[in-house]
């Protein structure tokens, strides 16, 4: 079941299998590439999200979509980038944006 916990389990999991065998791991085989390839998937995949969004339905939208974030998770664990590093500058940016509505509000 997805929740706002789905992204921390995922992250775990990638952190788990990255020194699998790689025969039998997706992400052990991934970073037994190095983060050339990594990097490389994430722009395949942010490719073909781009062309399901402007060109296919729903369905194949969101596998794109599913299939972008699992390989930029992957290329954040190897570039040993945690997860809450990105999520915190989302929420300080937050913070800015709120910050500047404000200022821009008329005062009353
Ligand atoms: N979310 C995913 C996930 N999404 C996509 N994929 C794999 O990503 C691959 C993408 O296929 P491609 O044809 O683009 O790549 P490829 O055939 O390997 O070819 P290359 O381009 O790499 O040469 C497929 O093998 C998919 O199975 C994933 N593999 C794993 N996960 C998650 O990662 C966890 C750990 O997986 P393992 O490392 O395999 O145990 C799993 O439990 C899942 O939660």
């Given at each position: 079941?997805?929740?706002?916990?789905?992204?921390?389990?995922?992250?775990?999991?990638?952190?788990?299998?990255?020194?699998a065998?790689p025969?039998?791991?997706?992400?052990?085989?991934?970073?037994?590439?190095?983060?050339?390839?990594?990097?490389?998937?994430?722009?395949?995949?942010?490719?073909?999200?781009?062309?399901?969004?402007?060109?296919?339905?729903?369905?194949?939208?969101?596998?794109?979509?599913?299939?972008?974030?699992?390989?930029?998770?992957?290329?954040?664990?190897a570039?040993?980038?945690?997860?809450?590093?990105?999520?915190?500058?989302?929420?300080?940016?937050?913070?800015?944006?709120?910050?500047?509505?404000?200022?821009?509000?008329?005062?009353?």
């Amino acid at each position: 079941m997805s929740s706002p916990d789905t992204l921390a389990r995922l992250e775990a999991t990638i952190a788990a299998r990255r020194a699998a065998d790689p025969e039998s791991s997706y992400v052990a085989k991934l970073n037994a590439k190095g983060p050339r390839k990594i990097a490389q998937k994430v722009g395949e995949e942010a490719t073909e999200t781009v062309i399901a969004a402007l060109t296919q339905d729903h369905e194949a939208l969101v596998g794109e979509a599913a299939d972008l974030i699992f390989h930029l998770m992957v290329l954040l664990n190897a570039k040993d980038v945690p997860l809450a590093d990105v999520l915190a500058e989302l929420d300080r940016r937050e913070g800015v944006s709120g910050i500047a509505e404000k200022a821009s509000r008329p005062k009353d």
